[in-house]
């Protein structure tokens, strides 16, 4: 199994229309990440959780929100989906300090239409 | 307004020969530095990373140089191998902060 693992990977939703993404993680760490990635502009932080009581807003919060339900898992929600939220999101943890880097998991393409 | 800059798109090299990644970054504050790998349908990839308390970290066919006075560094593959063609994303942090922001990425190509 994976180490991060995300659903689903791929979803088409229409605007308006509410959506969860799950992240889950063995590896035991307490930071989770979510980003998305568009084309030019690599990947930005949406939020971030350094642990399960701990929830911070990154550089695109607007229009999401997340749910830290335990160390292992990490929820992104689209409250009400919008056309230019369709983009590649990757879930990611690390340890405590910078070393090894973030694990990332596969990632979920989601388009709205 | 992006803290890290990758201004090369894309960068085709012939295998054998090395391939040059470069990263601009304009945030004095970051201290730590990464570079990841991405295959398509797959998350990055930790490949390397370097501290600000050195200019150079090697590891096997891949080197990152880091020049801290012009906030400026690269990713040296040598040699590059068919298998390296991904897209390559350099990143930056404070160390104790550890929120990585990461630069547009580049894709590298190697041809046969």
């Known amino acids: 199994d994976a180490d991060v693992t995300q659903t689903p990977r791929n979803r088409i939703t229409k605007t308006g229309k509410r959506i969860m993404l799950e992240c889950s993680q063995t590896k035991g760490h307490d930071r989770m990440y979510w980003y998305r990635q568009d084309p030019g502009l690599g990947l930005r932080l949406i939020y971030y959780?350094?642990?399960?009581?701990?929830?911070n807003k990154g550089e695109i919060s607007d229009g999401y929100s997340v749910s830290r339900q335990a160390q292992a898992k990490f929820s992104l929600s689209l409250e009400s989906a919008i056309p230019n939220q369709t983009a590649l999101y990757f879930c990611a943890t690390s340890e405590a300090r910078g070393n090894g880097g973030y694990t990332f998991g596969s990632g979920t393409r989601l388009t709205v239409v | 307004d992006q803290q890290v800059k990758q201004n090369s798109p894309s960068l085709s090299v012939q295998e054998g020969r090395i391939s040059i990644l470069n990263c601009d970054y304009t945030n004095s504050m970051f201290d730590y530095f990464l570079w990841y790998k991405k295959y398509p349908a797959e998350g990055p990839t930790f490949l390397i990373s370097?501290?600000?308390?050195?200019d150079k970290n090697e590891d096997g066919r891949f080197t990152v140089f880091l020049n801290k006075s012009a906030k400026h560094l690269s990713l040296h593959i040598v040699p590059s191998q068919p298998g390296d063609s991904a897209v390559y994303f350099c990143?930056?942090?404070?160390?104790?902060?550890?929120?990585?922001?990461f630069g547009a990425g580049t894709t590298v190509t190697v041809r046969a």
């Open positions: 959780s350094f642990d399960v009581k701990d929830i």
């Open positions: 370097i501290s600000s308390i050195k």
């Open positions: 990143a930056a942090s404070d160390y104790n902060d550890y929120k990585l922001s």
